[in-house]
């Protein structure tokens, strides 16, 4: 009954670091997302996959690459972290582009 | 002017009254539309989502103004477990398929 499980679920990181962050979703879904929430802000969009081996850049982009080696599971990279990617980073997954996301339950990053 | 456009709030209201939430979009080509809820320090899940004719479920009530280009969320006999931010989410395929999230309206309800 996992569904999609985001890890880690909070992190610090100093200006300049690296780090990436693991999604994986056991529902089968074609697509998956990576999302950052800003106080007073909806959810934007940074990147998705619309499947295995495919990934595309959403609202967002700058400052993050992702990867999809494999269906279950995709992965969001912040190579040289700023302190404006100071976010609530939420992965999510659907089965088709207008069906309900899953979502995970997202990791707190600081840049400091 | 912002795709999609929420209230922030927050509303207070006591346990039993009834609330009501909009929600303003500005394509008009907007295919599908859903509320979220999502609870302090949460993920967002789905609430329900919004068909043309309006939908009902329990004691929440969703409707789509099309040519208003909004839709509505009526939470009727509030709960003190409905305190909650609620999401207005928009789906629109111009230019690309995109999702697009309201910031959110925020409720408490209080005893």
């Known amino acids: 009954n996992a569904g999609v499980t985001q890890t880690p679920k909070f992190r610090v990181l100093k200006t300049g670091q690296s780090m990436t962050l693991l999604c994986a979703q056991d529902?089968?879904?074609?697509?998956m997302y990576w999302y950052r929430q800003d106080p007073g802000m909806g959810l934007r969009l940074i990147h998705y996959?619309?499947?295995?081996?495919?990934?595309a850049k959403g609202e967002v982009p700058d400052g993050y690459n992702v990867s999809r080696l494999k269906k279950q599971n995709f992965l969001l990279g912040l190579e040289s972290a700023a302190p404006s990617q100071t976010s609530v980073y939420f992965c999510?997954?659907?089965?088709?582009?207008?069906?309900?996301?899953?979502f995970g339950q997202g990791t707190r990053l600081t840049v400091v | 002017r912002k795709e999609v456009e929420q209230d922030p709030g927050p509303f207070n209201v006591p346990e039993g009254a009834t609330v009501a939430f909009n929600c303003t979009y500005s394509?008009?080509?907007?295919?599908?539309f859903f509320w979220y809820r999502q609870d302090c320090r949460k993920e967002p899940k789905l609430l329900m989502s919004?068909?043309?004719s309006g939908n009902e479920d329990g004691r929440f009530t969703a409707q789509l103004n099309r040519a208003s280009q909004y839709i509505s969320l009526l939470i009727r006999d509030s709960k003190l477990s409905d305190s909650a931010t609620y999401l207005c989410?928009?789906?629109?395929?111009?230019?690309?398929?995109?999702?697009?999230f309201g910031a959110g309206t925020r409720l408490f309800v209080k005893a």
């Open positions: 996959s619309v499947g295995e081996g495919t990934t």
């Open positions: 394509n008009s080509a907007s295919q599908s």
């Open positions: 529902m089968n879904h074609e697509y």
């Open positions: 919004v068909y043309s």
């Open positions: 999510a997954s659907s089965y088709a582009r207008n069906t309900e996301a899953f």
């Open positions: 989410v928009v789906n629109t395929n111009t230019g690309g398929f995109k999702t697009i």
